[in-house]
């Protein structure tokens, strides 16, 4: 803990304090509700050597999990994972991730360095040692009627992987985690997703690092997993195939298995169904395939698991999803099967900033480019649009199409609508008017072969909001812009990247 800075402390302190708390008791009976799921005694007297479970204090029993195991495939072969949830602790403990894993495509650019070396913490929840005054909240029983308590963290408990990641990231060396004197170098990069860590940049200082976050892991007694990656080019973390050698990135073989052996989408149940569409998502970013284009599928998962959600239909029933819907996921099966390497382009700085507004009168957009020309447009709405985010994605395209002849191959485009936002970095929204706008920019910006930064701007800040109402445009306007143009550099967006697969 000394090694974390105050931030993540008062952040591991508070979430390590729910682990304490009792679930709410049913009213009716005043007492723990325990499951019907009970441990195998071979399974228990495994668990108990390995010090998981041990014989229940005299402490009153204040929570029950709900034992059982799932199969999961490793590069050694076949391995059960046991888990415990508590179910009740579950609904009741009053937890909001504050740091939740990062989309994927957060996780591809790395692939643009020399190497990369990635490691993992062996049986990483049960290295976590529950303290004994908690472990009445987390009891179950053998076969044989023995009343069991863990004494490690649940991998179930809801709160356990933020937990990890903190104690991963601090043996890891995150600049945002731990205090500067533990901090990776800026030469790596450092990711952490939950127990698993990559660290990639020069070779050596790949290397120096990877030696380092092992004797990080010495000093907290913790174990690392025997197989690991040491400077690797050719590797797969986190379901990803990297290629540093070819800066490509592509689905692994295991991953790509899965959405081989599962059935057509006609014959799926409704469980099915939410498994495989979120397997198809995450693929599609991997592969730069923009969901947009899949709209229509994607909604009408959205429609069967809401149904679902409102207690309409059961996890068990047919899927039922129309044959247009099914058409569009068995294309994008098709891709994902396919497996084409993604190239992931390195960011080149943006050269100019395309900054736009709309309201109900109309549209407005400020071209600022390195060269100084500043460039105007704008005008009334021809047909106006329903909705505002609409209405600023429309403006986007419009503005693309009147500077089309001076755009550079990289810029920034700002705007002031948090959801247009949103759908530019995940490449679709619920949302059938704004995703049909953002398919029309995609294709534009990817004839022209322009990589594109969505940022935010403030609209008190935007230059272009008096354009949109139909206003002369003021030098106090042009400062706005400058001073957003000034700060882009270090601004957080999203790059649309150019359509290259091999």
């Known amino acids: 803990m000394s090694r974390l800075n105050p931030a993540t402390l008062e952040r591991l302190i508070q979430v390590w304090g729910l682990v304490g708390r009792p679930p709410l008791l049913p009213s009716s009976s005043g007492k723990a509700r325990e499951g019907s799921r009970r441990i195998p005694v071979a399974d228990a007297h495994l668990l108990r050597k390995a010090g998981i479970i041990e014989d229940a204090s005299s402490a009153i029993t204040s929570g029950w999990i709900i034992p059982f195991s799932v199969v999961e495939e490793k590069t050694t072969g076949l391995r059960r994972r046991w888990i415990a949830w508590p179910r009740d602790k579950n609904r009741d403990d009053p937890y909001e991730a504050h740091v939740p894993p990062l989309h994927i495509s957060h996780y591809l650019p790395p692939v643009m360095a020399d190497a990369a070396s990635c490691l993992d913490l062996k049986a990483s929840f049960f290295q976590v040692s529950l303290p004994r005054e908690t472990r009445h909240l987390f009891r179950c029983r053998v076969e044989d009627g023995t009343l069991v308590e863990l004494t490690r963290l649940p991998m179930g408990y809801k709160a356990s992987p933020e937990i990890l990641q903190i104690i991963t990231s601090a043996i890891a060396g995150v600049t945002t985690v731990v205090h ?97 569409a979120s397997r198809f998502l995450y693929a599609a970013a991997i592969l730069g395939t923009r969901s947009c284009d899949y709209y229509f599928f994607i909604k009408a998962v959205r429609r069967r698991l809401s149904a679902l959600n409102r207690g309409i239909v059961q996890e068990t029933s047919p899927a039922n999803l129309p044959p247009s819907a099914v058409g569009l996921g068995e294309r994008l099966r098709h891709i994902i099967e396919n497996n084409r390497k993604q190239i992931i382009n390195p960011t080149e700085k943006a050269s100019a900033a395309i900054i736009t507004d709309a309201s109900l009168h109309g549209w407005g957009a400020v071209f600022l480019p390195d060269s100084g020309d500043v460039k105007i447009a704008g005008g009334k709405w021809k047909r106006r649009p329903f909705l505002i985010m609409q209405a600023e994605a429309r403006a986007v395209r419009l503005a693309l199409s009147a500077f089309s002849a001076i755009l550079p191959s990289t810029m920034d485009v700002w705007v002031d609508n948090t959801s247009l936002q949103g759908a530019a970095n995940k490449g679709s929204s619920k949302s059938h008017a704004l995703t049909w706008e953002l398919q029309r920019i995609y294709e534009f910006l990817d004839s022209r072969g322009v990589q594109a930064t969505f940022a935010y701007v403030r609209s008190a800040e935007n230059p272009a909001d008096g354009i949109s109402r139909g206003r002369v445009f003021t030098l106090q306007d042009l400062a706005k812009g400058w001073n957003l143009r000034r700060g882009a550099a270090g601004s957080c967006g999203w790059r649309t990247p150019k359509s290259a697969t091999s």
């Open 180 to 276: 500067r004197l533990w901090a990776a170098p800026p030469l790596v990069r450092i990711d952490v997703w939950i127990d698993n860590i990559r660290i990639s940049g020069s070779k050596s200082d790949v290397k120096l690092w990877e030696a380092q976050v092992l004797r990080n892991a010495d000093s907290c007694h913790a174990s690392m997993g025997e197989e690991r990656e040491s400077g690797a080019t050719h590797y797969t973390f986190l379901g990803v195939q990297f290629d540093h050698t070819h800066r490509a990135v592509s689905l692994s073989e295991k991953f790509v298995r899965s959405v081989c052996a599962m059935p057509a989408f006609n014959s799926l149940t409704i469980a099915e169904m939410e498994v495989m």
